[in-house]
T-cell receptor, first 112, second 111 residues
Framework: EADIYQTPRYLVIGTGKKITLECSQT?????MYWYQQDPGMELHLIHY???????EKGDLSSESTVSRIRTEHFPLTLESARPSHTSQYLC???????????FGQGTRLTVV | GDSVTQMEGPVTLSEEAFLTINCTYT??????LFWYVQYPGEGLQLLLK?????DKGSNKGFEATYRKETTSFHLEKGSVQVSDSAVYFC??????????FGSGTKLNVKP
C-alpha cells in the first residue's frame, strides 16, 4: 500500500486567497509530481521534482508554484486563487529511474 | 513526442461481460507501459504494468500485453463486476521517470 498523503481532501476558498496544498510521502522516493485533473478526467503534469531543491515546470502551464526542501514533502502553492483554478490536484511519487508512480488521494479545490 | 491514446468512454457493460479498453502509444525507444484505475473520489492506483515487448501484465483478472508491432497495450477482463466501475488510465513512462497519461476511459458495469 502506498504511503503518500494529500491534505486537505476538499477545499472551498474565495477568490484572491493564498492556498497551499500539502503532499507528503513516507517511502523515501526521490521523484515527486503534481498533476491537475480536469473535469474531463485528463491528467496534466504541472510540476515535478527529481529531488531536494529540484523543481521543474510540467507540460501544462500553471500559475502555481512548488518547493522541495525535504525529500518527503512537496507542497503546491497558489498565491491568489481564481475560479479557473478549480480542479482536482493529484500528487505522486516514484523511486529511481524505473520506479512505479504512487498517487495520493487528491485534493479537490473549488474557488468561488 | 511520446504520447498515449485510449478509447473514449464511457463504456457501459452488463456484469460478467467481456471488457476491452484500447490503448495505443507513440514513443521513441522502449517505454514501460501501465494501466492505472481511479475509483470515485480517489487518486490513481496502479493496476498492472509491462516493461518490455511481449510482456503481459495481469492483476485482479485484468490483463494487458505489450505489443511492439502494433504499439498497443489493450486492457482486457473476461468477466467484469459492478465493483470494476471506475476510470481506467493507460500510461507510459518517459524521460527519466516522467509519466504521460491517456485521457481516461470511464467504465460503468450494470448488475
Amino acid at each position: 500500500e502506498a504511503d503518500i498523503y494529500q491534505t486537505p481532501r476538499y477545499l472551498v476558498i474565495g477568490t484572491g486567497k493564498k492556498i497551499t496544498l500539502e503532499c507528503s510521502q513516507t517511502m523515501g522516493h526521490d521523484k515527486m509530481y503534481w498533476y491537475q485533473q480536469d473535469p474531463g478526467m485528463e491528467l496534466h503534469l504541472i510540476h515535478y521534482s527529481y529531488g531536494v531543491n529540484s523543481t521543474e515546470k510540467g507540460d501544462l502551464s500553471s500559475e502555481s508554484t512548488v518547493s522541495r526542501i525535504r525529500t518527503e514533502h512537496f507542497p503546491l502553492t497558489l498565491e491568489s486563487a481564481r475560479p479557473s483554478h478549480t480542479s482536482q490536484y493529484l500528487c505522486a511519487s516514484s523511486e529511481g529511474r524505473n520506479g512505479l508512480a504512487f498517487f495520493g488521494q487528491g485534493t479537490r479545490l473549488t474557488v468561488v | 513526442g511520446d504520447s498515449v491514446t485510449q478509447m473514449e468512454g464511457p463504456v457501459t457493460l452488463s456484469e460478467e461481460a467481456f471488457l476491452t479498453i484500447n490503448c495505443t502509444y507513440t514513443a521513441t525507444g522502449y517505454p514501460s507501459l501501465f494501466w492505472y484505475v481511479q475509483y470515485p473520489g480517489e487518486g490513481l492506483q496502479l493496476l498492472l504494468k509491462a516493461t518490455k515487448a511481449d510482456d503481459k501484465g495481469s492483476n485482479k483478472g485484468f490483463e494487458a500485453t505489450y505489443r511492439k508491432e502494433t504499439t498497443s497495450f489493450h486492457l482486457e477482463k473476461g468477466s467484469v463486476q459492478v465493483s470494476d466501475s471506475a476510470v481506467y488510465f493507460c500510461a507510459l513512462r518517459y524521460n527519466f521517470n516522467k509519466f504521460y497519461f491517456g485521457s481516461g476511459t470511464k467504465l460503468n458495469v450494470k448488475p
